[in-house]
Protein backbone atom coordinates (compact mmCIF):
# COMPACT_ATOMS: atom_id res chain seq x y z
CA UNK A 1 0.00 0.00 0.00
CA UNK A 2 1.41 3.45 -0.78
CA UNK A 3 0.80 7.13 0.92
CA UNK A 4 -2.12 8.56 0.28
CA UNK A 5 -0.67 11.94 0.23
CA UNK A 6 1.35 11.02 -2.87
CA UNK A 7 -1.46 9.92 -4.40
CA UNK A 8 -3.62 12.97 -3.93
CA UNK A 9 -0.56 15.17 -4.98
CA UNK A 10 0.14 12.97 -8.33
CA UNK A 11 -3.47 12.32 -9.12
CA UNK A 12 -3.67 16.30 -8.80
CA UNK A 13 -1.07 17.31 -10.80
CA UNK A 14 -2.03 15.01 -13.77
CA UNK A 15 -5.45 16.57 -13.52
CA UNK A 16 -3.83 20.20 -13.77
CA UNK A 17 -1.76 19.34 -16.52
CA UNK A 18 -4.57 17.00 -18.72
CA UNK A 19 -6.96 19.52 -18.42
CA UNK A 20 -4.80 22.28 -19.84
CA UNK A 21 -3.79 20.52 -22.48
CA UNK A 22 0.19 20.09 -21.33
CA UNK A 23 -0.53 16.13 -21.43
CA UNK A 24 -2.41 13.57 -23.76
CA UNK A 25 -5.44 11.13 -23.09
CA UNK A 26 -2.96 8.21 -23.17
CA UNK A 27 -0.58 9.18 -20.74
CA UNK A 28 -3.44 9.81 -18.15
CA UNK A 29 -4.90 6.34 -19.20
CA UNK A 30 -0.91 4.73 -18.42
CA UNK A 31 -0.55 6.82 -15.25
CA UNK A 32 -4.34 5.58 -13.74
CA UNK A 33 -3.81 2.39 -15.12
CA UNK A 34 -0.70 1.57 -13.31
CA UNK A 35 -2.00 2.38 -9.46
CA UNK A 36 -1.28 0.10 -7.00
CA UNK A 37 -3.16 -0.62 -3.67
CA UNK A 38 -4.60 2.30 -1.71
CA UNK A 39 -7.30 2.33 1.36
CA UNK A 40 -10.73 3.14 1.31
CA UNK A 41 -12.04 5.23 -0.44
CA UNK A 42 -9.38 5.60 -2.36
CA UNK A 43 -9.57 1.99 -3.89
CA UNK A 44 -12.76 2.18 -5.19
CA UNK A 45 -12.85 5.39 -7.11
CA UNK A 46 -9.24 4.15 -8.69
CA UNK A 47 -10.95 0.58 -9.53
CA UNK A 48 -13.51 3.46 -11.16
CA UNK A 49 -10.79 5.05 -12.87
CA UNK A 50 -9.41 2.24 -14.33
CA UNK A 51 -12.11 0.68 -15.62
CA UNK A 52 -12.87 3.81 -16.94
CA UNK A 53 -9.92 4.35 -19.23
CA UNK A 54 -9.34 0.53 -19.74
CA UNK A 55 -11.07 1.12 -22.58
CA UNK A 56 -8.73 2.71 -24.93
CA UNK A 57 -11.09 4.23 -27.52
CA UNK A 58 -14.73 6.07 -27.13
CA UNK A 59 -15.30 7.36 -30.43
CA UNK A 60 -19.14 7.71 -29.48
CA UNK A 61 -18.39 10.74 -27.07
CA UNK A 62 -17.47 13.95 -28.46
CA UNK A 63 -14.21 14.88 -27.53
CA UNK A 64 -15.36 18.06 -25.70
CA UNK A 65 -17.56 15.36 -23.39
CA UNK A 66 -15.03 12.52 -23.08
CA UNK A 67 -12.02 15.12 -21.48
CA UNK A 68 -14.78 16.39 -18.66
CA UNK A 69 -15.47 12.50 -17.76
CA UNK A 70 -11.71 11.76 -17.79
CA UNK A 71 -11.25 15.08 -15.62
CA UNK A 72 -14.11 13.49 -13.16
CA UNK A 73 -12.91 10.12 -12.61
CA UNK A 74 -9.27 12.03 -12.24
CA UNK A 75 -10.40 14.43 -9.67
CA UNK A 76 -12.62 11.34 -7.77
CA UNK A 77 -9.43 9.74 -7.11
CA UNK A 78 -8.19 12.73 -4.89
CA UNK A 79 -11.12 14.17 -3.83
CA UNK A 80 -13.60 11.21 -2.29
Do not use: C
Not at 4 to 19: G, K
Not at 45 to 51: P, S, V
Not at 58 to 66: G, N, S, Y
Amino acid sequence: MKNVEDLISSASSIHARYSVGRIERETVREWVLGLSEYPQPYAANIRRAADWFKVLSRPEIPPDELKVEDLDRLRSIFRP
